[in-house]
């Protein structure tokens, strides 16, 4: 079985910064694309920013050049830095990935994890 945790949630000012993590543990062969997601209380889940295996990253306009996503393969690990935070994003993060089991990929979620942002 597959797990994604995430974990660095919390409550932070407007201006501040926090960095989420999220590791996938289990019967693994390799990861492809992981990504984080988010969704705000009456709003639909949107993507926040995704990484490939090999590095490349991609973005939600409203978190560029404020969010970096990066990735550890080794330790099966995915990241989310996100610097000068605003009340807007207040939100539930979720991390996904696409994980390769045999020859099948299979999707993923975590638990989720609460990010608010308030003075």
């Known amino acids: 079985q597959v797990q994604l945790v995430e974990s660095g949630g919390g409550l932070v000012q407007p201006g501040g910064s926090l960095r989420l993590s999220c590791a996938a543990s289990g019967s693994i062969f390799s990861i492809n694309d992981m990504g984080w997601y988010r969704q705000a209380p009456g709003k639909q889940r949107e993507l926040v920013a995704t990484?490939?295996?090999?590095?490349?990253?991609s973005y939600a306009d409203s978190v560029k050049g404020r969010f970096t996503i990066s990735r550890d393969n080794a330790k099966n690990t995915v990241y989310l830095q996100m610097n000068s935070l605003q009340p807007e994003d207040t939100a539930v993060y979720y991390c996904?990935?696409?994980?390769?089991?045999?020859?099948?990929?299979?999707?993923?979620w975590g638990q989720g994890t609460q990010v608010t942002v308030s003075s």
């Open positions: 996904h990935a696409y994980i390769l089991m045999g020859r099948h990929q299979y999707s993923y």
């Open positions: 990484i490939t295996s090999g590095g490349s990253t």
